[in-house]
């Protein structure tokens, strides 16, 4: 999949063309689809999208226009499912996406929450976050002396294994030694877990003898 952040306006007479960075490809199949959520304008605008397509000199080799949508005061979510021609597909190396608003101005503004161009895979597709938080996953760290498990807020619990046992972020293995260092948010520099780990493999057991 490929996500767009907005790259540059340039504003013409009627329209304002909004230009996402040109992006190496990186889809697999001729069916593509592109998705714009929770759009709106203050009063009824229009907006469509242009994909350019590039080979590998950074010729432009095709143009793809999308229809016209009306846009108005409610928020909704538009998408466009196209195909690329097999000839076209096959020269591709980058491509780039242009929307285009009519009727936007400072008294009529436009709003959007996200786009995602990616691979058609049916109509129901839904938008994709790249660090979406999966319901139920199972991480495993082999041979690691230590690792950090964050919370949504910003804490971590530092498992430290002195000797590199393995772990996931479900399960703690039987292992000879495991230290459990909990570090809240904003904490004291002090408590990096870096520093942590360091101070605790670096100390020794002390033997002290009372001869009389």
Not at 29 to 48: H, P, Q
Not at 49 to 66: A, G, P, Q, V
Not at 75 to 96: E, G, H, P
Not at 161 to 189: F, M, Q, W
């Amino acid at each position: 999949m490929v996500y767009g952040e907005q790259k540059s306006i340039i504003m013409s007479e009627e329209e304002y063309h909004i230009l996402f960075p040109k992006i190496q490809v990186n889809f697999n199949k001729e069916d593509l689809i592109f998705i714009i959520n929770n759009i709106k304008s203050r009063y009824t605008s229009t907006l469509y999208f242009k994909l350019h397509c590039y080979d590998r000199t950074n010729t432009e080799i095709y143009t793809y226009t999308s229809p016209r949508w009306m846009i108005d005061e409610v928020y909704t979510r538009r998408q466009r499912a196209f195909s690329l021609s097999s000839d076209v597909y096959s020269k591709i190396l980058y491509t780039q996406i242009e929307l285009i608003t009519i009727g936007i101005s400072s008294e009529n503004p436009l709003y959007f929450t996200e786009c995602m161009f990616a691979e058609y895979d049916g109509d129901n597709m839904e938008y994709h976050v790249p660090n979406d938080v999966m319901a139920d996953v199972q991480i495993g760290f082999v041979k690691n002396w230590y690792v950090n498990l964050y919370d949504s807020d910003g804490n971590f619990l530092q498992v430290i294994r002195p000797t590199g046992g393995n772990i996931t972020n479900t399960t703690l293995t039987k292992s000879t030694c495991t230290v459990l260092a909990p570090h809240l948010y904003e904490e004291s520099d002090i408590d990096d877990p870096v520093e942590i780990f360091m101070e605790y493999i670096n100390q020794t057991e002390q033997r002290i003898d009372v001869l009389r």
